[in-house]
C-alpha cells in the first residue's frame, strides 16, 4: 500500500497527474471516498496527466463520461447507480477494452472491475487536507511508487 497526503486541491490534483500519465487502455482506477473527500478532483488530476484537455465534472447524472484522448478516458461515478446490472446497461464493460476508466464510488460496483484494478481510498484529514491509500493488484502500484519518490 502507498499513503499520500495533499494538503490543497491542487495537490490532489497533481497526485492524480502522475498516476494519469501511466494509464493505458484497460487500466482501471476505483475511487472510494464520501462525499467531498476529493474523487473529482482527482480524476480531474488524472485526465490532465492523460492529456485530456476537456474541464472534468463529475458524471453524477448521466452516470458516464467520455473524453477523447491519445488514451481514450471514461470517467464512471456509480454514487446514483442502483445496481451492478444498471451500469452495464449503460455500456460499461463496452469501454473496458478500450480505455482507461476511472469509477468514483467504485466499491457499489466492485464486482464490474477487474482483479488488476487500481484502488485508491480517500480520508480527509480535515477541510483541506487528505490521505490517499492506492493499492491493489496491479503493475501500476511499483510504476506509482517510484515516480512519488522521485517528486
Known sequence: ??????????ETEKLGSIIGKFL????????????GAGKTALTRGIAKGMGIKEYVV????????FYKG??????VDAY??????ELEEAGFSDFLDEC??????????KNLLPDSSL????YPV???????????????????QKELMQN
Not at 500500500?1 to 491542487?10: A, C, F, G, Q, W
Open 1 to 10: 500500500m502507498i499513503v499520500v497526503r495533499t494538503k490543497s486541491v491542487e
Open 24 to 35: 493505458r487502455p484497460k487500466d482501471v482506477v476505483a475511487l472510494v471516498g464520501d462525499l
Open 100 to 109: 482507461a476508466v476511472v469509477v468514483e464510488w467504485a466499491d457499489k460496483v
Open 70 to 75: 491519445v488514451v481514450p478516458f471514461v470517467h
Open 126 to 144: 480535515d477541510t483541506i487536507e487528505r490521505e490517499f491509500r492506492i493499492y491493489g493488484k496491479t503493475p501500476l502500484m511499483s510504476i506509482i
Open 119 to 122: 484502488w485508491i481510498d480517500i
Open 80 to 85: 446514483r447507480v442502483e445496481s451492478e446490472e
Open 58 to 65: 463529475s458524471p453524477t447524472f448521466t452516470i458516464i463520461n
